[in-house]
């Protein structure tokens, strides 16, 4: 082979070279002169005489019938050949000749054109080396040409070249050795454009690997990065570690806010995750807003936390797109090769778990996964597939517990409380199966059934002649930002006849305080229905006196945790007066709930809190008891 530019000294002569040998002249100029026919002169001369010797000709006669066979050879020859330069010159697939060192010997036009030639002729008199000359990637050629000296027929060879113009195209080669005897005399082949192939093959493989909203890599990806990841630390005996990051409340924003928001928003995750992370670690997005990093060579387990809460504290902080401007939050689960898993299944599965408890310990908590952890994720999806299951068999019903106006001793109000009558369990309290219902989102169904069981309830109350009093049920948020919840509530007040007015739904601070605009319209909307609205546990969450003004809600229940130790805990009286002293500045009713002894009561009422609701009065009783207490009063 020669190095292109060096050059090769004889060649002057290689057209007469190439003219000279047994090819035809199928580059010939023009590209597809007719062939030359064969001499047939002296066959026609040799014809005129037959007539004028009858007995010569006989005696001539199997030598003319000789003529006449090698005239007719010579025509099928010349047909032949027509035939099969038509084929060479009108083929679609380029086709070549090259000798030993890779210099082309023949071309046909279509060969010329994929290498960016005019003819056949243009090329073979500019192109010595064929490889050289057009392949873009010399390791390509290298094995290109060290197959080909091996004598090996390549056949779907892709090669990236670069036409005589520049372009860059893509072509499959098939070549095979043509011997001579014992040696390689030439190579032919054939070379076809696979450019828009290769293209379409790209595009696909864009789609199926990368992300097009983040640009990261995406599960396919992600699966042969594990797992080279992990073939590697074991042969190096390293450990790796197995990030799972996932955005808290993404779906909510992306279905109240918008794609554009939600796409927005993953875009500027991955790239926190990616400065967090550096070039080199590999950051894919698994789907929705679940993202997962492969560290390679983690250490102890202590710096793989590190590099975590370095990354939780990354991704956590302020986001404002398209006139929204909110907290990003998000969780993670670790799990670490090959402690927690040998393959990538398992990691993943681990790091998942890892997750969920770290979802559960609260925002922007990182977790790495233990073996309790495992124990009691497989509980807790036991008891989603039984609460699954529980609506439809009957094993959800309320309780309802008295709110009390001390000032009469009247019920004020009720507040609707869910239990389950688990099977195998019995009666589990709502605060071991919420939390399941709303991260499966069984939230929703069970969270319409308390509604619709609440209201006909009240109705029927009403309806048997007992005071009517406002019956209170807990939204989650989850089941508050779903598409459609005035509609719902408006629909089941319709259907049960209940007055709006003995609706009251009781929402979290956290709940409205997400995604601002969209909840001050919802609540204003349930507002205008004519339903209560009232602010549970207030004091555990943001406490922020702006949002109060804005949210027109009727009434804060101040949570039980500052109500316990009112008469014990000087902090606690502070925070339980000034919440009472705000409500009233702002013209909201307010409750104090949890009320278990006297001295609270004394406290509350000293500083005229007077709606309490409480132990102290009744636990949550079942709907056959509550018109006794409906009809009686308290503080007697
Ligand atoms: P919550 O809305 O704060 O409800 C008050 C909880 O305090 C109830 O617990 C009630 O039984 C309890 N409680 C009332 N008075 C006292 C007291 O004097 N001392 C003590 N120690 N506790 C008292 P419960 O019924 O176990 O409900 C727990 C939580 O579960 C509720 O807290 C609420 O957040 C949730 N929940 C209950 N029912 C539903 C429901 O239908 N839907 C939704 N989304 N959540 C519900
Ligand atoms: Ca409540
Ligand atoms: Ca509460």
């Not at 243009?122 to 390791?139: C, H, K, R, W, Y």
């Not at 990354?314 to 986001?319: E, L, P, Q």
């Not at 609706?503 to 209560?532: A, F, H, P, S």
Request: net charge negative; aromatic share 8%; charged share 25%.
């Amino acid at each position: 082979m020669h190095p292109q530019g060096t050059g090769n000294p004889a060649r002057p002569d290689a057209d007469s070279r190439r003219d000279s040998g047994n090819s035809p002249h199928l580059w010939s100029e023009g590209g597809g002169a007719p062939a030359e026919a064969p001499p047939r002169g002296p066959f026609v001369e040799r014809r005129r005489h037959r007539g004028a010797a009858q007995t010569r000709h006989e005696a001539l006669e199997p030598v003319h019938r000789l003529l006449a066979e090698y005239e007719e050879a010579n025509r099928f020859l010349a047909e032949a050949e027509e035939c099969y330069r038509g084929l060479f010159e009108n083929a679609l697939i380029g086709i070549f000749r090259l000798n030993a060192d890779g210099e082309p010997l023949i071309v046909n036009p279509s060969m010329a054109r994929i290498c960016g030639f005019e003819t056949p002729g243009e090329m073979l008199g500019a192109v010595f080396n064929f490889g050289e000359m057009i392949f873009v990637d010399s390791s390509q050629w290298s094995d290109f040409v060290r197959s080909l000296q091996a004598g090996n027929v390549l056949s779907g060879f892709e090669a990236e070249i670069c036409d005589r113009r520049g372009t860059r195209k893509w072509v499959e080669l098939n070549v095979q050795p043509v011997l001579d005897g014992g040696g390689i005399l030439y190579h032919e082949g054939s070379a076809e454009d696979i450019t828009e192939r290769k293209r379409n093959e790209d595009r696909i493989r864009l789609l199926a690997y990368y992300d097009p909203v983040t640009g990261l890599p995406k599960r396919a990806m992600f699966e042969e990065r594990l797992s080279e990841a992990l073939s590697v630390a074991s042969w190096k005996s390293q450990r790796v570690a197995l990030l799972l990051l996932e955005l808290e409340r993404f779906k909510m924003l992306n279905d109240s806010l918008g794609k554009e928001f939600g796409d927005g928003l993953l875009k500027e995750v991955a790239e926190r995750i990616r400065i967090a992370v550096g070039e080199e670690t590999t950051v894919v997005r698994l789907g929705g807003a679940e993202f997962a990093v492969i560290l390679q060579d983690a250490k102890a387990a202590r710096e793989v936390e590190q590099f975590a809460a370095e990354v939780v504290a990354a991704v956590a902080g302020k986001f404002s797109l398209l006139g929204h401007s909110l907290n990003i939050s998000c969780t993670m689960g670790i799990s670490i090769f090959p402690v927690h898993g040998r393959d990538g299944q398992m990691l993943l599965e681990r790091a998942d778990v890892a997750m969920v408890s770290a979802r559960e310990s609260g925002t922007n908590a990182f977790q790495l996964f233990t073996e309790e952890m495992n124990h009691r994720i497989r509980e807790r999806l036991r008891l989603e597939n039984d609460l699954r299951l529980a609506l439809d068999r009957g094993e959800l019903y309320l309780v309802y517990q008295p709110q009390v106006d001390i000032r009469t001793g009247d019920v004020s109000g009720l507040e609707a409380l869910l239990r389950w009558r688990h099977p195998a369990m019995g009666i589990v309290p709502p605060g071991e199966f919420i939390g399941i219902a709303e991260s499966s989102g069984l939230i929703v169904p069970i969270g319409e059934w308390v509604l619709r069981t609440a209201c006909t309830q009240a109705k029927k109350w009403q309806d048997t002649g007992l005071r009517p009093v406002p019956i209170a049920v807990n939204v989650s948020a989850i089941q508050f930002r779903q598409q459609g919840f005035c509609e719902l509530v408006r629909c089941i007040l319709e259907e049960t006849g209940l007055d709006p007015k003995y609706l009251e739904l009781e929402l979290t601070e956290g709940l409205l305080l997400t995604n601002l605009d969209v909840m001050l319209m919802l609540v204003k909307e349930l507002r205008v229905m004519g339903v209560k609205l009232t602010i549970d546990d207030f004091g555990t969450g943001y406490s922020s006196l702006g949002y109060l003004r804005q949210f027109k809600v009727n009434r804060l229940k101040i949570d039980r945790s500052f109500v316990n130790d009112v008469s014990v805990n000087a902090d606690d009286a502070a925070i339980t007066t000034a919440i009472i002293n705000m409500a009233r500045a702002l013209n909201l009713e307010v409750l104090a709930e949890g009320v278990e002894n006297a001295e609270q009561l004394d406290f509350l009422r000293a500083q005229n809190c007077y709606e309490i609701q409480g132990y102290y009065f009744s636990k949550p009783v079942a709907v056959e008891q509550i018109a006794a207490q409906l009809q009686g009063k308290f503080l007697q």
